[in-house]
């Protein structure tokens, strides 16, 4: 099965940019759908972004208004999430995760919906 390690988390100030990498092994993670997750202490972990197997046009939270990009780089079989104009807001240990199974048109948004998770990488932005 597919194992999903996160890094490239960090402390930032307002309106700096990180890029959280996702890298994968035990599979190809092309062949999986893969989304970004996130959750800050005593809420929901919410979904961020993410992009469908094999590719597509990647799909984005009501909440990320054009400041994150979700991309795949199929030869390090990896994902990553580039995160700009953070804001305080924005902090929260972000997951990666895949899953197999129904194909959906896009991409599901529930944590529910995805079986493989990585640890976690915290994400903290300073006003």
Same mark, same amino acid.
Request: proline share 8%; glycine share 12%; charged share 30%.
């Given at each position: 099965q597919v194992r999903l390690v996160e890094s490239g988390g960090g402390l930032v100030q307002a309106g700096d940019s990180l890029r959280l990498s996702c890298a994968a092994s035990g599979g190809t993670l092309n062949l999986y759908p893969v989304a970004w997750f996130r959750q800050? !202490?005593? $809420?929901?972990?919410? @979904?961020?972004?993410?992009v469908g197997r094999g590719g597509g046009l !990647?799909? +984005?939270? =009501? @909440?990320? $208004?054009?400041?994150f990009t979700v991309s795949r780089d199929?030869?390090?079989?990896?994902? +990553? &999430?580039?995160?700009?104009? &953070?804001? !305080?807001? =924005?902090?929260a240990v972000y997951y990666c995760a895949a899953r197999t199974g129904t194909y959906y048109s896009t991409l599901p948004r529930s944590r529910l919906m995805y079986a493989y998770w990585g640890q976690g990488t915290q994400v903290t932005v300073s006003s």
């Open positions: 800050a !202490p005593g $809420k929901e972990r919410e @979904f961020v972004g993410g !990647p799909e +984005y939270g =009501d @909440f990320v $208004k054009g400041r199929n030869a390090k079989n990896a994902v +990553y &999430l580039q995160m700009n104009s &953070l804001k !305080p807001e =924005d902090t």
